[in-house]
C-alpha cells in the first residue's frame, strides 16, 4: 500500500512546514540515540573493546549496560532539534514524547526507531532461515505480528527488512537478509513490507518499514563487512536492486542508505542511487535515513574533506536524515548561509519525514496507551504458535542416510552441544526485547518429545571438550544428537568470519562421538552457510536449524520426531570449501564452465561446486517432476510439470521454477529463479503444477538501465533445486 496520505495531512504537513523556523526543520533531520554518559569506570569506547578482544563476557557487557546512565537529550527535543529517537519502552517514548509534543513550540511528535529484525519479542527466525521456508503468507505474518508487539512498546519504525543479495558466506551479515537469490528476495520484500504497513485498522497495528541497506552492501569484497563495493551495472540492475524495487513498489515508507562505497560513491553521499534511481525513477515517496555515524565516515572513506562537507554532500545527494552524527543539526544552518544546499531540499527532506508521522498516525496518536502498552505483558498462544510454524518450516534436512530420521519417541538419545541448554543461543543476531522466559531451548522442546532422552554438555562453538561427558554420552544413548554450530555473536553485524567450517574444536567433538561407534545427527545452530565437506563425509543426519527464535526447541524436536516433516530449502548455496566464496547457483555462464577438463573455470584442489545448491532440502519422503510443458501467450508464458509424492509419507515440497536465456546481448545467469509453488502430496500421488510467467519477467537490464526483452531460446527447469535437472527449451519472441 503506497504511502498515501489524504487531501487534508497534505495540507497539514505543508502548513506545518510553512510555520517551521530553520532550525525546527533541521531538527526532523536528526536522528539521536540516547548517549551512555558513564555509570562505569571505563570510557564507553574501552568498554566495547574489551567485550570484544575478550577480557569481558558479552554476558558482562550486557549487564554493565544495564547500569548505564543515559542522556536522553530531552532540553533538545523540547527546543524541536530532534525528529527522531531509537528508544524501545512504552514508559520511556511517552515520557520523551510529551516533551516533543506537550513542550515543543510546534508539538511535532517524534519518530522512535530500532533494528526489529526477526519479532520484537516473539523472536522468530532469522531472515536467512525464514526465506528458505518459500512461504509468502508466513513471512507477512511474522512481520505484522512483530509490528504490533514493537508499537506496544512506542516502536513506530522498524530498521527492517533488511534485503541485502549476499553471495559470501563469510560476510557476519547473510543471518538477517534473504540470502542471495533476487527473486525470492523481493517476494521476502514484498511479504514484509505488507506484513509491516498494511494492517491500517489501528496506529496499534502497523509501523513504517525501512529498507536496507541501500545498497550493494550485501557484496563487500571478500566478506568483510563495511568493505568497498565495485560491481558492473548489470548486476546493479538484475540482482542488488531488484528486491529494493518491489518493495518500494509495495509501498515502503523509509530506506536506510548503506556504509559500503558503490563503484567509488558511498551511499550515504551517493546522488545516483539515492536521487536518480530511488527517488526519481522507482518514485519513492518516503524518506532515506544514514546509517549509523555513516555521515560522519564519509571523511573517514575520504570523499569528504570535513563533517560539513560531508553533511552537505549527503543532503544534496537525497539523505533526508542524520542517524546519530549531529551533523546535520550542527552545520546545515551554516551550509545554507553560504550557498552550499538550498532551502527546497531541507523543505523536500522535512516534508518527506512529516509525511511518514502523518501517514504513521503519530500527530493524532503520540502515545502508547496504557492498554496497549500492557497488550503483550504475557505473550498471547498465537504469536507463541507463529513463531513455531515459522520455526518449523525454516528447518532444511540437509542429510538423512539410511532414514536414520525421524527417530522414534521412546529410543534412548543422548543430546550434546552447550548450545543444545542455551535459551539464549537460538535467538540470533540482532534481536534486543526478546525475554529469556519466552525462550524454549532445543533440549527443553526434545525432553517434551522424547522422554528417554539425557543431556550431556560435552563442549560447544568454544571452550574444551569434556571427555567424560563424551563418555556418558556415548554409554547412554542409541542415536547420539549433538547441536553444534556458532553462537549468535558469530554472525550479524561486524562478525565476519574468514573460516566457516564449525568453530572451536566442535569437529574433534563430533569424531569423538563418531569413534563410540553410535549413529550422530548434527543439528546446526548458525547464522550463516557453513562449509561442512567434513560434515557430509562422515554423519549420517544433519539438519540445519540456524537461529530459529523463541521456538526452536520445539520446532527442532518435532521434525525429529517426524511429527512434522522438514520441508525448508537453503536460501544460499552452501560452499564446499571456503575458497569457493563468492558462490551462488546464479552465476554468468563462463566460456569454459567448470568441468574434470583441466582448462576450464575450476579449482585444482576444492570442487567447484556447491555442497549443498540453493534451493536444496530433503524430507522424509521423496518427490519426482516429470512432463514439462511450456506454452507461450501473447503477454505471458504457462509452464506446466507433474511433481509426484515418490516416498511413503505425506509430504510438503516447494517446486522451483528456473531460466535460462540462453543467447542474450549480455552474458546472462546460468539458471535464474523465476517462480515456487508448495504443494502438498500424499504418498503415491502426482500433481500437475503450473507457473504463470509474464513475458516481461524474461527480460533484463542492460548496464544502462534499460529493460531488454531480445527474442530467442529460453530453457526452463523444473525440479527441487537449483540443480533441477528436468528442463525444456522454447523460442520465444516478444
Ligand atoms: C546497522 C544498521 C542498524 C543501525 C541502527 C547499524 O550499525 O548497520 O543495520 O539499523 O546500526 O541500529
Not at 548486476?235 to 518491489?246: D, S
Not at 511429527?563 to 551462488?584: E, H, N, R, T, W
Not at 574434470?596 to 524430507?619: A, C, E, Q, V
Request: proline share 5%.
Amino acid at each position: 500500500m503506497r504511502l498515501q496520505l489524504t487531501e487534508d495531512q497534505k495540507e497539514r504537513v505543508g502548513d506545518l512546514l510553512k510555520a517551521m523556523t530553520l532550525k525546527e526543520k533541521i531538527g526532523q533531520m536528526n536522528q539521536v540515540s540516547p548517549s551512555i554518559v558513564g555509570g562505569f569506570d571505563v570510557p564507553f569506547e574501552e568498554l566495547i573493546e574489551m567485550m570484544t578482544d575478550g577480557r569481558i563476557s558479552h554476558e558482562k557487557f550486557e549487564e554493565i549496560m544495564k547500569t548505564a546512565k543515559q542522556d536522553f537529550h530531552e532540553d533538545q527535543i523540547r527546543d524541536g532539534k530532534v525528529g527522531s529517537l531509537m528508544v524501545q519502552d512504552a514508559k520511556e517514548v511517552n515520557r520523551l514524547q510529551k516533551i516533543a509534543v506537550e513542550e515543543s513550540r510546534l508539538g511535532i511528535p517524534l519518530i522512535f526507531g530500532l533494528d526489529v529484525i526477526h519479532g520484537f519479542r516473539t523472536v522468530y527466525p532469522i531472515a536467512i532461515a525464514e526465506a528458505g521456508s518459500f512461504d509468502p503468507d508466513l513471512m507477512e505474518k511474522t512481520a505484522a505480528m512483530a509490528a504490533r508487539e514493537s508499537r506496544s512498546a512506542g516502536v513506530a519504525w522498524h530498521f527492517a527488512p533488511m534485503l541485502d543479495i549476499a553471495r559470501d558466506a563469510r560476510w557476519g551479515r547473510v543471518s538477517e537478509g534473504p540470502g542471495l537469490d533476487p527473486y525470492l528476495a523481493s517476494v521476502f520484500a514484498r511479504a514484509k513490507v505488507r506484513g509491516l504497513q498494511n494492517d491500517r485498522s489501528s496506529t496499534e497495528h502497523y509501523v513504517a518499514a525501512c529498507l536496507k541497506h541501500y545498497i550493494g552492501y550485501g557484496a563487500c569484497e571478500s566478506g568483510r563487512d563495511y568493505n568497498t563495493v565495485s560491481m558492473a551495472m548489470h548486476l546493479f540492475y538484475n540482482t542488488y536492486l531488484r528486491p529494493f524495487a518491489a518493495a518500494v513498489e509495495e509501498g515502503a515508507a523509509t530506506v536506510m542508505a548503506s556504509f559500503n562505497d558503490l563503484n567509488g560513491v558511498p551511499c550515504t553521499v551517493n546522488p545516483f542511487t539515492l536521487r536518480t534511481i530511488l527517488k526519481d525513477s522507482l518514485g519513492f515517496p518516503g524518506f532515506v535515513v544514514s546509517d549509523a555515524n555513516a555521515v560522519r565516515e564519509c571523511v573517514i572513506h575520504g570523499i569528504a574533506k570535513d563533517e560539513i562537507d560531508a553533511g552537505i554532500q549527503a543532503v544534496n545527494a537525497g539523505l533526508d536524515m542524520d542517524m546519530g552524527t549531529g551533523i546535520y543539526s550542527g552545520h546545515l544552518a551554516q551550509a545554507l548561509a553560504d550557498g552550499k544546499i538550498s532551502e527546497e531540499t531541507i523543505d523536500e527532506a522535512v516534508r518527506r519525514i512529516l509525511s511518514v508521522k502523518m501517514w504513521l498516525g503519530l500527530f493524532d496518536h503520540p502515545y502508547v496507551s496504557s492498554e496497549c502498552a500492557r497488550r503483550y505483558d504475557t505473550l498471547p498462544e498465537d504469536h507463541l504458535a507463529l513463531a513455531r510454524r515459522a520455526a518449523e518450516e525454516s528447518i532444511v534436512l540437509l542429510k538423512n542416510e539410511g532414514s536414520l530420521l525421524p527417530l522414534a519417541r521412546d529410543q534412548k538419545i543422548s543430546l550434546v552441544g552447550t548450545l543444545a541448554a542455551s535459551r539464549e543461543e537460538i535467538i540470533g543476531a540482532w534481536a534486543m526485547s526478546w525475554r529469556k522466559e519466552d525462550c524454549v531451548s532445543i533440549r527443553e522442546g526434545m525432553e517434551q518429545e522424547f522422554p528417554n532422552l539425557r543431556y550431556f554438555p560435552c563442549g560447544g562453538p568454544e571452550g574444551e571438550i569434556c571427555k567424560a561427558d563424551v563418555d556418558q554420552a556415548a554409554s547412554y544413548g542409541d542415536v547420539l544428537v549433538a547441536v553444534l554450530g556458532e553462537t549468535d555473536a558469530m554472525s550479524g553485524e561486524a562478525s565476519s568470519r574468514g573460516d566457516i567450517t564449525l568453530p572451536g574444536k566442535q569437529r574433534d567433538l563430533l569424531q569423538m562421538l563418531l569413534k563410540t561407534g553410535k549413529p550422530v545427527v548434527l543439528i546446526l545452530m548458525n547464522g550463516r552457510p557453513l562449509v561442512l565437506d567434513w560434515e557430509d563425509a562422515h554423519l549420517p543426519a544433519i539438519v540445519e536449524g540456524w537461529h530459529l527464535g523463541v521456538q526452536m526447541g520445539p520446532a527442532i524436536a518435532r521434525v525429529l520426531s517426524g511429527a512434522v516433516m522438514p520441508q525448508g530449502k537453503l536460501s544460499a548455496d552452501f560452499p564446499a570449501a571456503v575458497g569457493q566464496c563468492p558462490i551462488y547457483y546464479n552465476h554468468p555462464n563462463t566460456g569454459r564452465p567448470g568441468s574434470r577438463s583441466k582448462f576450464t573455470s575450476r579449482y585444482l584442489d576444492i570442487p567447484f561446486k556447491p555442497l549443498y545448491p540453493f534451493g536444496f532440502g530433503l524430507t522424509y519422503t521423496s518427490f519426482a517432476y516429470s512432463k514439462l510443458e511450456i506454452s507461450e501467450g501473447e503477454k505471458q508464458l504457462q509452464i506446466r510439470a507433474e511433481v509426484r509424492n515418490t516416498g511413503d509419507r505425506r509430504g510438503t515440497e516447494t517446486a522451483l521454477l528456473f531460466m535460462q536465456d540462453v543467447t542474450a546481448s549480455l552474458v546472462r545467469p546460468v539458471r535464474e529463479l523465476k517462480g515456487f509453488r508448495k504443494i502438498t502430496l500424499d504418498p503415491g500421488e502426482s500433481r500437475t503444477i503450473s507457473f504463470r510467467l509474464p513475458k516481461k519477467e524474461l527480460g533484463f537490464y542492460d548496464n544502462d538501465g534499460h529493460l531488454r526483452l531480445e527474442d530467442g531460446a529460453f530453457r526452463f527447469f523444473v525440479g527441487g533445486s537449483s540443480e533441477a535437472d528436468l528442463s525444456e527449451e522454447a523460442e520465444i519472441t516478444f
